[in-house]
C-alpha cells in the first residue's frame, strides 16, 4: 500500500487531519441538504431559493474538493463515504418531503450558525500546525458567512 509523505509533525499531523475530516464531512453534508430542499421547496418564492440552494450546493462542492485534497496532500486519505457522512454529520436533518420557501430560509439560517462555528473553530486550531490548512478553512469560512448574510437577508 503506498503511502503520502507528510509534510507535518506527527502533533501538528493529528490535529490538522482531524479538522480537515471533520470540516469535509459539514461540507459533504451542506451539500447533500442544499440539493434536498433545491428539489423540494414550494412557496411563492419557489424560484429564488431553488437557484440560491444550488449556489450553495456549488460553493460546498467545491470547497469539499479542496479541504478533501488537501487532507490528502498531508498524508491522510480523504472520508467521503455516504456512511461516514450519516454517521458523524453535527448538521441538523432536513424532514423528508415538500418544504415551504420559509421554512427552508428559516432550517438553513440556524444549520448554518452551527456550520460556522464549527468552521471557525476548525481554523484556529489549526492556526499553528499548518498555515495552509489554516488559509484553506478560512476560505470556508468566507464562503459560509456570505452565504449566512444571504440567508438572514430572505428571511421574511
Ligand atoms: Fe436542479
Partial sequence: MPTINSP????AYKVVTEALRDALIDLIDLSLLGKQAHWNVVGPRFRTIHFQLDEVVDAARKHADIVAERSATVGSPADGRAETIARDTQITRLDAGW???DDVVAAFTGLYEGLIAR???RAQDVEQADPVSNNILLDVVEELEKQYWMWQAERS
Fill in 99 to 101: 418544504i415551504r420557501d
Fill in 119 to 121: 468552521m471557525r473553530q
Fill in 8 to 11: 507535518l509533525t506527527d502533533d
